[in-house]
């Protein structure tokens, strides 16, 4: 009897590595859930260390990530040793064992002057130090394992949270308005949200499907400021206050934002995969976590 495919994944206990997890064990994977006490992505040895019961044809998915886009500007060498040296570590340990290796990646290596949406085959071109660091990730993640997919989202909620964010945008804008707080929100960002069950359950159908490899765009359908996406939150859970409008100008950011960073894919339909609009994604979410009832 054969084997069932093992997936690693690294940051299983994250806001996307935790779908990923759920989606991979109900596809009939057997789940290996790696958090950082037990690889740190910047050690060559903890690394091989983790990934030691990888076999032939098994596969790991990396979600490890210095993430937060403003102390990266003041912490490159950290943004680069995760971000970039870590994908580079995970990838070439997969290579190893002969498994295939998913980086996580972002709409932030894109500098937003396109302003029709980023399919997969448009050049990275990042304007901070976080974009930067996870374009590197991308491209030695691919140098050091051709069996590699790159997976880009965005503006990601799911119900576990970010862990290094403290939760997640939506979580926050729901509190806000759930206090009788009209939030104050960027409406000059555009982006396209991601709906971490979503991106999860498509990473996985890639995996299983032994999708040809590249880069792919996981964010779901459609496009929003970041207004437009409060506003709909406030709607959706009835709350009594809506939100303000600022310019990005007026945020104090260390970090330079792509003003458009909407994510589309020109690869999904030719394995006939699809993604659903955010706004039924976030309807989804916020159902699911009791802050709405289902229509």
Not at 14 to 24: K, L
Request: glycine letters at 8%; aromatic letters at 6%; proline letters at 5%.
């Amino acid at each position: 009897m054969t084997s069932p495919m093992q997936i690693a994944i690294i940051g299983a206990s994250g806001q996307i590595g935790s779908e990923v997890a759920r989606a991979a064990g109900a596809a009939g994977a057997d789940v290996l859930a790696v958090n950082h006490a037990a690889c740190d992505v910047t050690d060559v040895t903890s690394v091989e260390r983790a990934l030691a019961p990888l076999r032939a044809g098994d596969a790991v998915v990396n979600t490890a990530a210095f993430h937060r886009t403003d102390a990266c500007e003041e912490a490159v060498d950290q943004a680069l040793s995760v971000n970039a040296l870590g994908a580079f570590n995970v990838a070439a340990a997969a290579r190893s064992r002969g498994a295939t290796v998913v980086y996580l990646s972002t709409d932030f290596v894109f500098d937003g002057a396109k302003r029709t949406p980023y399919v997969e085959n448009d050049p990275p071109s990042p304007i901070n130090v976080y974009g930067a660091s996870k374009a590197a990730g991308e491209a030695l993640t691919r140098a050091a394992n051709p069996a590699s997919y790159v997976v880009r989202v965005s503006a990601v909620f799911g119900p576990a949270g970010s862990s290094g964010k403290g939760g997640n945008f939506v979580e926050a804008m729901v509190a806000k308005a759930r206090a009788g707080e009209a939030p104050e929100v960027v409406e000059d960002i555009v982006m396209a949200p991601t709906s971490a069950i979503d991106a999860a359950a498509l990473l996985v159908e890639l995996v299983r499907r032994s999708a040809p490899f590249g880069v792919y765009h996981l964010a779901n359908a459609g496009a929003c400021s970041w207004l437009e996406f409060t506003s709909t939150i406030c709607t959706l859970i009835g709350a009594g206050v809506r939100p303000r409008a600022l310019k990005a100008s007026q945020v104090n950011g260390k970090a330079r934002r792509p003003l458009y960073s909407v994510l589309a894919s020109d690869r999904l339909s030719a394995l006939g995969l699809q993604t659903r609009n955010w706004s039924a994604a976030l309807a989804e979410y916020l159902t699911l976590k009791g802050y709405r009832t289902a229509p």
